[in-house]
Structures are given as C-alpha cells and as structure tokens.
C-alpha cells in the first residue's frame, strides 16, 4: 500500500488527542482534522431534521474552521457553535449517530477530502483503521478513564460549563463502552499503530515521544 503523509491518533474520549494533534500541527505545520468534531456536528445539525446525505451537505457548505494555538473554532453560517459542540450532550448524540452505517458513510469523503497531498493529523477513533489506513504514521493514545475525566472536567470548567465528575465518570465509561463495542469501526488500535499510554505522562512528554516517531517516518 502506498503511504501517504497523514499521521493518525485515535483513542478514547479525552485521552488527549486533541491536544497533540493541535501540537504536532502548529510544530510541523501540518494540515488538521478533528473527526471527532464532524460527529458532533452530525449530532447538532441532525437536531434540524436535515438527512444524512444534507448535512454532509451543510457542513461542505456552510462550516468553517479555524485553528488557534489552544484549539480548533468552528462556525456554522458564519455563528460561532465550538462550545456548544463540546457540550456533553452533543457528545452522547455524537455517539449514538456514530454507529449508524449511513452516518459514518455521510461523513468519509469529508475526511478523506481533508488530505490534499501536505501533511495532515488525524484525530479520531477509526482514523488509522478504516478512513486513513494508508498513513505514514499511527498512535494510538490512551490514559485511564479516571485521568480521562480530570482532562475533560477542566476543559469543559474553562468553556464556562457546569460540571460534576461521578456524573462525568459514568458519561466517558459509557461512551468507551459503546465506542468500542460497535459493530462499524469500532474504537481499536491499528494493526501497525503505536499505542502511547498517557495517564503518568504530562503533554511535553507524549509530544516529545510522537516527535520521535515524527521523525523516524517523515526523514
Ligand atoms: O472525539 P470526540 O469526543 O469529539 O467524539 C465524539 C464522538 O464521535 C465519539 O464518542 C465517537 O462516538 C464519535 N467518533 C467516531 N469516530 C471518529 C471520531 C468520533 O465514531 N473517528
């Protein structure tokens, strides 16, 4: 198979995917795809009766994103809806959409169209097994769910929004859960992926490790 300059990183729920694929963009000036982000858009624009076929449709159309260093915005006609998408809510809905065949097909030539030949990062939970199986270089990043949950309940508490962390536990244990579980492109490293367990580890220190990979692949 002939490799193409994408490097995936899929994993569980706030594993810190996020965040090293924003690091790994801005440090190699690498092109960024937050698949997750798709799903959630699916799950907020599914709330306006639209088809699956229309909201591949409205998100070609009419979403815009925009990356700054700390994260990825994203507009829906010209509104600003990123801290809506982050709603725990629109991440339930997100993942019970993500099961659906029609759904997950609505959205893989939005992914693959995110590869126009320069480098790009690959978030997700089937980015090296199924929508980039052909990439250079594949992580899979993962941490215990208890750490996991720390992760989120900060980033959801800076977005202003109220949290409660058994209650946070249980949501991100019965996403794992389900993710993993399904039928269609379940949450699974890939054959060929390294698989980074973060839970002891800061941010600078997984970075530091996928730099090495970066450039035992891309020489
Ligand atoms: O990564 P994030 O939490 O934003 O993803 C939201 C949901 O979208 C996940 O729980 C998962 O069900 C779904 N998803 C998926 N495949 C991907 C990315 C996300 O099924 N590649």
Redesign the pocket.
């Known amino acids: 198979m002939k490799k193409i300059n994408v490097i995936t990183i899929d994993g569980p ?1 706030a594993s810190g ?1 996020g965040a090293l694929a924003r690091g790994i963009a801005n440090k190699f000036d690498f092109n960024i795809l ?4 798709l ?2 858009l699916y799950a907020y624009l599914s709330k306006m009766s639209f088809s699956p076929d229309e909201i591949a449709n409205q998100i070609e159309g009419y979403v815009e994103f925009k990356k700054n260093k700390e994260k990825l915005l994203v507009s829906y006609k010209t509104t600003d809806i990123t801290s809506q998408l982050r709603s725990e809510i629109i ?1 339930k809905s ?2 019970e959409h ?1 099961s659906k065949k029609e759904v997950r097909e609505a959205l893989f030539n939005i992914q693959r169209n995110f590869y126009d030949g320069g480098g790009l990062v690959a978030d ?4 090296g097994t199924v ?1 980039f199986k052909d990439a250079k270089l594949k992580i899979f990043l993962t941490a215990s769910p208890e750490e996991r949950a720390k992760r989120r309940f900060i980033e959801l508490q800076n977005l202003g929004q109220e949290v409660n962390m058994p209650a946070l536990i249980a949501d991100i244990e019965q ?1 794992d859960k ?2 993993s579980s399904r039928k269609l ?1 379940p949450l699974l490293p890939a054959e060929d992926a390294h698989i980074i367990d973060s839970s002891n580890m800061k941010l600078d220190e997984v970075f530091s490790l996928a730099e090495k990979l970066i450039n035992k692949e891309f020489k």
């Open positions: 729920s995917k937050d698949s997750g982000v799903y959630r991440a997100a993942s993500s997700g939970r089937d980015m929508v996403r389900k993710d492109s």
